[in-house]
C-alpha cells in the first residue's frame, strides 16, 4: 500500500511540475524570479528592460522535481510487497 | 546711430558664441530609461541584465563635438538578473563586490574619427574604465545624438537640450580583477557592455 502511494506522489510530482513549466513557457534556462518586460521612451527612442517580479521556472525547477520523484519511486522500493499466502 | 549699429553687432555676436557654447547635460534620469546593459555567454543560458543607477555629466558642444568631455557613472548595486542565486553571486565579494566598489565609470579623454550628420554624431571615444576599482583605458564607438529644445517634450514646462549617448563595446573581467582565470567554462571572460543614456541640458 505504502509502496504505491509513493509511487503515485512520484509520478504526480513529476506531471505537476511538467506541466507548470510547459505552461510557464517551457523555459529551456534557469529559473528566474523576475523577468524583463521592454519600455521605450519616445523622445529619446531608449528602450529599457523593466524587471517584473514573476516566477519563470527553468530547467532546475524540472532537475528538482525529478530528483524529488527518483526519491520517492527510489524509496518505495524499501517497501516489501506482501506475498500472497499459499 | 553708429553706436547703436556697434551695440546690436556685439549682441548678435555674444549670442551666437552663447549658442554655440558647450552645454553641460546631467544623466540623471527621472524617466528612468537610462541603462547599461551587460551580457557573458554561458554553456546553457547567456548571464544578461542591466543597472538602471545611472549619473553623471557630459559637457557636449554640437558645433564642436570632438571637445566633449565628462563622465558617467553605473551604481553597481542597480545591476540586476533574473535569476535570484545569479543576482546574489554576481553582487557578492567574489564578483561585483558592490558593498566595497559601489561605482562602476567611464570618463572621457578624448574623441577620435568624429563625423557629424544632422544631429548625430559618431566618434570612437577613449577614456578611463573604473570597474572593482581597477581603472583601464578603453576606446570605445559612441553615437551622440543632440536633440535641440526637445526636453520639454519629456519634463513639462522644463525649456532645454536633450543628448542621447550609444555605445556597446567588449572587456575582459579578468582585467579588471573578477574572478580572473576562474570559472571561464561557465561564464565567458567577455562582457558586451551596451551603453543607452540621454541627458538633459535645462535652459
Redesign the interface.
Known sequence: MRKSILRAVAAILILAAAGIWLAAGANRGWSKTSVPVKRTDEVTGITVDDYQKRFVPGIDFLGAALLGSGILAGASLLFRTKQPES | MTIKLHLLLALACLSSVALAAPESFDFKDP?????A?FKLDAP??ALSG?A?GIAGTVTFDPAAPAATTGKIVVASSSM?V?????QQHMLSDKWMDAAKFPDISFEVKELKNVKTSGDATTADVTGTFTLKGISKEVTAPVKF?Y?KD?LS??VPNQKGD?L?IRSTFNIKRSDFGIMPGQMEEKVSDTIELTL???GSSPR
Open positions: 524617466k528612468g530609461v537610462n541603462n546593459t546553457l543560458e542591466n538602471t540586476h533574473g535569476n535570484p542565486m545569479q545624438t536633440l526637445k517634450q519629456r536633450l542621447v543607452s543614456i540621454a
